[in-house]
C-alpha cells in the first residue's frame, strides 16, 4: 500500500553547518512552516522545508504546482522564498536546490517482501518518515538480515521468509514510531498556542519512543526544569502545587469537583448483575477496591437506561428504585472510605444488545430470551446478530427520557460526575456513524444530522444534571468512509456547545470491518488532537499502561486525565503502587494498609507455564 500523506515538503541543501539535529519553526500570518535540519559533512546541512497544504497555498508557494520541471532542475521559486522564511537562522549561507520540487510523503507498506527469486529491501518494502531520520539504517539492517540468512545456505525461499520473519516485527514497530511524528508534524499548527517548554516537550515525545523518562536519564536539568514549568502552568490544576510532586499527582478540577490525582478507572462492564440490573456485591467491591487503590476517580461500567438498553442479561441499570439504592450503597462506601470520586456512565446498547456475557461469547446473540432492539436503522452489527427495529420518533422521546430520569437517579445516589457513552457502536454511537444510521430523515444523511439526537440527549440530561458531565465518544470508526478524526472534532465542539465539559476519547468497536491500529497510546492522537483544536478538556484511554505513559501525556497536554482500564483488573491499587514507586508520600493511603508500604512483594523470574501442569 502507498498512502500518500498531506504536508508538502522539499529538500534543500545548505553550507551553513548545523552541529546537531535542528528543528526551527517559523510562524506565518498563513501557519506555521518547519525545517528538518541535520549535517551531512563538514561543509554542509541539509535542510527539509516542510508546512501544511493550506499553509502552502496561502503563501503562493502552489504557483508552480502545475509546471513539469526537468530532472536535476529545482523550483527556483520555492528555493528563493524558503530562504527568505529561514533568513534568519541562515546567517547570510544559501539554500541549495539538487532536484528540489514540492512533494508528498507516501508511506510504502508491503504485504509480501519476496516473490520467487526476487526480494525486497529498504524503501522498496518500508518508508519511515524522514523526522525519525531512520530509512537508511532500515535499509542497511535489512541487507544485513538478508545476507545473514542468504550465507546459511538452503533453498533461497526459506532464506527470503526467514529475512521477513526477522525484520518485519522491528519494521512494523518503527513504521508505527514513524507515523506517530510525521501525523504529529501534519497536526502541528493546532500547537500554535502552546507555552515554548511545552511545544518542546511535545516535539520530543511525539513518536512515543522518546519519553518523559528517557529525556529524565538523557538530560536530567532538562527535565527539572519541564517539572517547574509544569507545576507553574495553567493545567486544571485548583492548587499550588511543587514541582516536586509527580504529574499524574497534580489535582484535577472539573465545576466543583476537585480530583486527587489524574488517574481514572476506567469503565468496565463487569456483565454480573441479575436479570434485575441491581448491582450487588461484587460491584462493590470491584468499585470500592478500585477507590482504595487511590485512583482519583473511579467510573461504573455502563450503566444501561432501560431493560431494553441492557448489552447482556447480567447489565446493571438504573430504571428502578432498588438499582438507585443499590448504587447509593456503593457511592456512599466511595465517600466514607476512601478519597476517590465515582462517576456514573450512562448508555444504551441499541444494535449490540441482547447478547451473552462477555466469557460466554463477545457480542454473541443469546440463545434464547431474545428482547427486541432497537437502533437508528435496521442494520444488525453482526451478519448473524437480531436485526434491530428502526428507532420512531416515539421511540426517541422515551430513550431521552430515560436518559433523563437515570441521571436524576444518579444525582439521588450522590455521584460526583456523569457519563454520557456515545462510543463503542451503542445506541448513540449508531447515530453517529454513517455505517450504522442510514435514515433518511432529519436524524440521518449528513453528520449535523446525525448528531442531532446525540445533542438532544445531552441537552435533555444537562438540564436535570448541574455537575460535571462527560460524553464517550469513538474518535474514529476505523473503517474508510466511516465516521473519523474530522468528524470527532465537530462533535466535541458541538458537545462543548451544548454544555459538556470534558470528552472521553476513545475508538472503535462500531463496525466488524474495522481495522484498528493497535500499540501503545495508539488512542492518545485522538485525544490530543480534540484538546487542542476544541479548547475542551480530554480524558485518554487505550494502551495507557505505565507511570512514564502517564507523565508523557499530561506533560505535553494531550491529555487531562489517564484512564487506565486493563491494568486495574490485575492491579487494584495501581495508584498507590506508583506512589511507592516514584517515592512520593504526599498522596493518601488508607491507614489500615500503612504498614504494608515497605512490604512491596519481590521481583519473581517467570516460571515456565508448564511447571504446574506436571
Known amino acids: 500500500s502507498i498512502d500518500e500523506r498531506v504536508n508538502k515538503y522539499m529538500w534543500f541543501g545548505t553550507t551553513k553547518v548545523f552541529d546537531r539535529f535542528h528543528f526551527i519553526f517559523e510562524d506565518t500570518p498563513a501557519g506555521m512552516v518547519w525545517a528538518h535540519i541535520y549535517p551531512y559533512s563538514d561543509e554542509g546541512s541539509t535542510f527539509i522545508v516542510e508546512m501544511a497544504p493550506g499553509t502552502w497555498r496561502e503563501l503562493g508557494l502552489d504557483a508552480t504546482e502545475h509546471e513539469s520541471f526537468p530532472p536535476g532542475v529545482s523550483d527556483e521559486l520555492a528555493l528563493a ?210 477507590a482504595v487503590g487511590g485512583a482519583g476517580l473511579v467510573m461504573t461500567e455502563m450503566v444501561c437506561v432501560t431493560p431494553q438498553g441492557r448489552i447482556s442479561p447480567g447489565d446493571t441499570g438504573m430504571w428502578s428504585d432498588e438499582q438507585e439504592v443499590a448504587w447509593k450503597r456503593i457511592v456512599d462506601f466511595v465517600h466514607t472510605h476512601t478519597k476517590a470520586k465515582i462517576g456514573l456512565q450512562l448508555g444504551h446498547s441499541g444494535r449490540k444488545g441482547s447478547t451473552k456475557r462477555m466469557w460466554e461469547g463477545d457480542t454473541d446473540p443469546l440463545d434464547e430470551g431474545n428482547w427486541e432492539i432497537i ?84 441537552d435533555a440530561v444537562r438540564d436535570v444534571w448541574d455537575g460535571p458531565l462527560s460524553v464517550r465518544i469513538s474518535a474514529t470508526d476505523w473503517v474508510p468512509g466511516g465516521f473519523d478524526g474530522d468528524d470527532a472534532v465537530a462533535l466535541a465542539r458541538a458537545l462543548k456547545e451544548h454544555g459538556v465539559d470534558i470528552v472521553d476519547v476513545s475508538t472503535g468497536q462500531t463496525s466488524i470491518d474495522a481495522r484498528p491500529e493497535y500499540g501503545r497510546l495508539y488512542q492518545t492522537p485522538f485525544s490530543d488532537r480534540i484538546r487542542h483544536e476544541v479548547g475542551i478538556p480530554t480524558m485518554t484511554v487505550g494502551g495507557v499502561s505505565s507511570i512514564d505513559d502517564v507523565h508523557n501525556i499530561l506533560v505535553a497536554g494531550r491529555a487531562d486525565l489517564c484512564l487506565l482500564a486493563r491494568p486495574h483488573l490485575v492491579d487494584p491499587y495501581w495508584t498507590l503502587n506508583a506512589a511507592i514507586d516514584l517515592g512520593y508520600t504526599g498522596h493518601h493511603f488508607p491507614k489500615q494498609y500503612l504498614s504494608g508500604l515497605n512490604a512491596r512483594r519481590r521481583p519473581q523470574e517467570p516460571i515456565p507455564p508448564d511447571v504446574f501442569r506436571r
Open 375 to 458: 437502533a437508528p436503522s435496521p442494520i444488525p452489527y453482526r451478519p448473524d446478530s437480531q436485526v434491530p427495529r428502526e428507532m420512531t420518533r416515539r421511540d426517541m422521546d422515551e430513550v431521552r427520557d430515560a436518559f433523563v430520569a437515570a441521571a436524576e437517579r444518579g444525582k439521588r445516589a450522590g455521584f460526583d460526575l456523569l457519563e454520557l457513552h456515545y462510543a463503542h457502536g451503542y445506541l448513540m454511537s449508531s447515530f453517529l456513524t454513517p455505517l450504522a444510521n442510514r435514515r433518511t430523515d432529519g436524524y440521518g444523511g449528513s453528520l449535523e444530522n446525525r448528531m442531532r439526537y446525540p445533542l438532544e440527549v445531552v
Open 81 to 290: 522564498r524558503c530562504q527568505e522564511l529561514f533568513a534568519g537562522h541562515l546567517d547570510g549561507h544559501p539554500l541549495v536546490g539538487n532536484n528540489s520540487k514540492w512533494l508528498v510523503f507516501p508511506t510504502i507498506k508491503c504485504e509480501r517482501w519476496h516473490h520467487g527469486n526476487v526480494v525486497l529491501m529498504g524503501d522498496a518494502i518500508h518508508t519511515a518518515h524522514y523526522s525519525v531520520g531512520s530509512g537508511t539504517k532500515l535499509a542497511m539492517e535489512d541487507a544485513i538480515s538478508l545476507a545473514g540468512h542468504l550465507a546459511r545456505g538452503g533453498p533461497i525461499e526459506e532464506a527470503f521468509a526467514a529475512y521477513e520473519a526477522d525484520r518485519r516485527p522491528a519494521v512494523d514497530s518503527l513504521q508505527r514510531a514513524a507515523k506517530a511524528s510525521l501525523e504529529w508534524f501534519e497536526g502541528a499548527d493546532r500547537y500554535r498556542h502552546m507555552e515554548p517548554e511545552q511545544f518542546a516537550f511535545s516535539l520530543l515525545t511525539r513518536s512515543q519512543r522518546v519519553t518523559y523518562d528517557n529525556l529524565r536519564l538523557r538530560d536530567p536539568g532538562y527535565m527539572e526544569a519541564v517539572d517547574r514549568w509544569y507545576a507553574a502552568s495553567d493545567h486544571g490544576c485548583p492548587v499550588e502545587v511543587g514541582p516536586e510532586v509527580p504529574p499524574m499527582f497534580h489535582p484535577f478540577q472539573l465545576r466543583d469537583l476537585v480530583l486527587e490525582n489524574r488517574i481514572v478507572v476506567s469503565p468496565m462492564d463487569q456483565y454480573s448483575a441479575g436479570e434485575d440490573g441491581v448491582p450487588n456485591e461484587w460491584h462493590l467491591v470491584h468499585l470500592g477496591s478500585r
